[in-house]
């Protein structure tokens, strides 16, 4: 009853504006109701009476704003006054306020910077119009289940003119150019897009215009450039309109300039030019090549699942009429902004609710430091009620200086968030979507203000309650120092500590489970050596060669890289491992087992010395020679799992395979000449994939990406791979130049920074709930100071005294760490998709992590309670 008294005191304080004005009301009508009878006895009708006295009032509405304006100075006299107390008395504990002040800033400091980047990866638009209508559209393959995979450009076509669901709708694939000029030729990312693109996302280019339909057409060679692109390689010139410019052998004519900021897709790399598919002098028309991207607009009220009902309809249709292509293929529709972020949230989720049980955890430590600044401050209390204050009057009192101590927490918070944001932006991985979109901005601001606020209540309001419950004459006997605290603070205390630990415990599991998978990860075999490998690309498509010299010319770069000093061995890729470039997959047929589904496998096109390079055993056979050339038999390399998946039981050395990438091309049959090693292809947490390794003898391919092992120092061998390509043709331009271990170490950033931010919180959890433990030991042990003086006089040793405050600190923190394993039972669950090689109920985990937050947990108690015993009995005794 008397905690219900206590809310209801609260919420008398909160209204208290409105009922004040109500009386001030009450009282304005009954003076008007004296005034006219008193006109209306002197002869004036009672109309008349009424319209006098309001006249005489200066009008109740005049009147009911000097009753408001009164009301509003007294409230605003009254708070500047408590702001004020609050201060002096912050001022007067300035240990107290420190601890405080810097505990919420460390809460509210990391739950500001992680909702900023909530706010700028999850709950910002994307920046086109009506982004929630946008869609992307991928084929399906039911066979073998793929969730998605590009479109062929038919395909597209029919999509295009078939559905009624799609306001508009736009393909684009990637592609790189080299851009030639007055300065040195630059290697640029693109897209070659269809001319609906940009009406598809609503934006418009800030100079020039977009494409036009017959742009989609062979013969027209446009293109539009981003912002950055025509202020650093034009130097913003607004006579670029209209101007040709070389990408690769290409003349073509800038149309447009697109907006500061506009980006896309939004990738890690920025797009820097838009070309128009009529670059091609053929468009791509094989239905088996699927390497389109398709966006579209749904129309005006259309749902997504009516869009999809459509698109399955014309999907059947295209399998019908086109068996040899589309028999088992299907449509499926994801919204632009799902497809964007769905990588990214869950992790992004588990970050933001574990940074909320940091906040909770500091609130309980402020709470439990006032209380125990509130049993110190009853006398004051006592005294301030024996003079007339009220409950709500000490309540408000308490409640302002909390609110103080929240909002400079929260200032500090913001300021402390604001570094966690830049070294987010700066050291965060980036291959995490719209990464560069994090700021402080305003929302962030106003959630700052608001969590600094909503913390100030949380923690302030079971010390304010108990704090209005004083005993008037026990309380100045005692000065203020109660020895022993009622059961009510007493049990509150105890529920504050259960709840701190509790919370640290599932905090800890959570990252002691993200480290373990963590270092499985990094301890699993790429099935490669990367130490000491260089990597760079050189586009040979892009310069101006045919195919016979570019593949002369490439055999003359290769030659010319491996006569370089100090160079060990050199090679060329179409696809490097765990890089995610260029990865291609084909079909491919095994000779007798001929069938309407081919399956497929990732493909390489290799050169010489690659196997050696890269240090991939050879389990059986021969690498490529030189002797591979056109003029020999087609031959190819299977990877270990291809040859035990599709050659069970047998020696896959000497099988002969076809490949394709169209299904119905006529491809020359190839002989396996080795088995290799498996390596990880597109992720080490994924199992190796089934690959193909074609020799570039005999299938020449202008772009490459040239893998280089030297005894050189790696800054010296890539100056001198830049001086090789020099030497050969000095319009190549060199790009991409990394080396494997920053190829591998890319592989794992993103699962590394996850471990690495909720590793923080947790440490942080423990440092906080390890200080109030300490903290609330500390005070309660020196409120016994007494009592352990009269217990050593009688003869008990200090030893018992330490085990008596270890067995009563201990017994809470066993009951924390026991409900926080329960919790972790259930809620790691949702850490499920971001481990690798183990469970969210691993065993070695949970104990590993609770007997380690019992050790920090008992130096926690045993030093105040060794501190406390140190003092001689007598002291203790004088003190009373």
């Not at 010139?237 to 040709?244: F, Q, S, Y």
């Not at 061998?717 to 920053?742: C, G, H, I, N, W």
């Amino acid at each position: 009853m008397k905690r219900l008294s206590s809310l209801r005191t609260l919420l008398e304080f909160v209204l208290r504006r409105t009922r004040v004005e109500r009386e001030m009301e009450e009282e304005l009508r009954s003076h008007l109701q004296i005034r006219a009878d008193d006109l209306e006895r002197r002869g004036y009708s009672r109309a008349e009476a009424e319209r006098r006295a309001r006249l005489e009032f200066g009008g109740y509405e005049g009147y009911k704003e000097e009753c408001r304006e009164a009301l509003g100075s007294r409230l605003l006299a009254e708070l500047a006054a408590d702001v004020r107390y609050g201060l002096r008395q912050l001022r007067r504990s300035p240990g107290f306020a420190a601890v405080a002040v810097l505990t919420l800033a460390l809460g509210i400091g990391a739950n500001t910077a992680i909702f900023s980047v909530v706010n700028g990866v999850l709950l910002r638009p994307l920046p086109y119009r009506a982004p929630a209508q946008l869609v992307n559209v991928w084929s399906t393959n039911l066979t073998s289940r793929t969730s998605q995979m590009p479109a062929s450009y038919p395909d597209f076509l029919d999509w295009r003119a078939q559905n009624h669901v799609f306001e508009s709708i736009a393909a684009h694939n990637y592609a790189t150019f080299t851009l030639a000029g007055p300065k040195e030729p630059a290697h640029v990312e693109g897209r070659v897009v269809s001319a609906s693109l940009f009406s598809v996302l609503g934006v418009k280019p800030a100079l020039g215009r977009s494409f036009l339909p017959e742009e989609d057409q062979p013969g027209h060679h446009v293109v539009v450039l981003s912002h950055d692109l025509w202020q650093g390689r034009f130097n913003a010139d607004p006579a670029v309109l209209g101007r040709n410019i070389r990408l690769d052998t290409s003349s073509v004519t800038v149309v447009g300039v697109m907006p500061p900021g506009f980006q896309f897709p939004i990738q890690a790399t920025p797009v820097e030019v838009w070309v128009a598919q009529g670059i091609f002098p053929q468009v791509p028309n094989g239905r088996g090549d699927h390497s389109i991207e398709v966006i579209a607009r749904l129309r005006p009220q259309m749902t997504l699942g009516q869009a999809q009902a459509e698109m399955a309809t014309i999907a059947a249709r295209l399998a019908e009429q086109y068996p040899s292509f589309n028999r088992n293929l299907g449509v499926k529709l994801v919204p632009a902004y799902d497809q964007l972020v769905s990588g990214v949230r869950p992790a992004v989720l588990v970050l933001s609710g574990a940074v909320l049980m940091v906040l909770l955890i500091a609130c309980a430590n402020v709470a439990n430091l006032l209380l125990a600044r509130g049993t110190n401050r009853s006398r004051e209390m006592a005294i301030r009620a024996a003079i007339g204050a009220g409950r709500r009057r000490i309540m408000r009192q308490l409640l302002t200086e909390s609110l103080l101590l929240a909002l400079m927490g929260g200032a500090l918070g913001t300021l402390l968030a604001l570094g966690a944001i830049r070294l987010t932006t700066r050291l965060g991985p980036q291959d995490i979507p719209r990464l560069s979109e994090i700021s402080l901005d305003s929302r962030v601001l106003l959630f700052s203000l608001a969590l600094s606020l909503l913390t100030g209540l949380i923690f302030s309001l079971a010390p304010a309650l108990g704090a209005t419950h004083v005993h008037l004459i026990q309380s100045l006997k005692t000065g203020g120092e109660i020895r022993r605290g009622g059961s009510r603070r007493h049990g509150l205390r105890s529920a504050l500590i259960v709840s701190e630990v509790a919370l640290t415990l599932l905090l800890l599991v959570g990252a002691g489970l993200m480290v373990n998978s963590l270092f499985r990860l990094t301890r699993i075999d790429p099935g490669f050596k990367p130490s000491g490998v260089l990597t760079f690309a050189v586009d040979l498509s892009d310069a101006e060669y045919n195919e016979a010299q570019a593949a002369t010319r490439f055999g003359e770069l290769l030659e010319r890289i491996r006569q370089t000093p100090g160079m060990r061995t050199a090679a060329a890729d179409t696809s490097l491992p765990l890089s995610e470039i260029e990865n291609m997959w084909v079909g491919f047929q095994i000779e007798g087992q001929a069938g309407p589904d081919w399956p497929s496998a990732a493909l390489s096109i290799v050169t010489t010395d690659f196997f050696r390079t890269l240090d991939i055993p050879l389990l059986k056979g021969r690498e490529f020679t030189a002797l591979d050339n056109l003029k020999a038999p087609p031959v190819v390399i299977v990877s270990q799992s291809l040859a035990r998946k599709y050659f069970p039981g047998q020696d896959a050395l000497g099988k002969r395979i076809k490949t394709g990438i169209n299904l119905g091309n006529e491809a020359p049959l190839r002989q396996i000449i080795a088995v290799v090693g498996d390596i990880r292809r597109d992720s080490l947490a994924n199992e190796p994939s089934p690959t193909l390794y074609l020799p570039e003898s005999q299938l020449p391919f202008g772009s490459m990406r040239f893998v280089v092992r030297s005894t050189a120092a790696l800054e010296a061998t890539a100056e001198a791979m830049r001086v090789a390509v020099r030497s050969v043709d000095r319009d190549l331009p060199v790009y991409d130049m990394k080396t494997l271990d920053q190829y591998l170490g890319l592989a794992v950033a993103e699962p590394r920074f996850h471990t690495l931010v909720l590793g923080l919180f947790a440490t942080l959890a423990a440092l906080l709930s390890a200080v109030g433990l300490y903290g609330v030991i500390s005070y309660l042990v020196g409120q016994r100071r007494h009592e352990f003086g009269v217990r050593m006089a009688l003869g008990a040793v200090r030893a018992d005294l330490i085990a008596m405050v270890l067995r009563e600190g201990l017994s809470l923190v066993l009951i924390g760490i026991g409900i926080g394993l329960l919790a972790a039972l259930g809620l790691t669950r949702f850490l499920s998709s971001q481990l690798y090689g183990v469970k969210s109920t691993d065993p070695l985990t949970f104990f590993a992590v609770a007997a380690m937050f019992a050790g920090i947990a008992s130096v926690a108690n045993y030093l105040p309670a060794r501190r406390a015993t140190k003092v001689h009995p007598m002291t203790a005794l004088r003190e009373e």
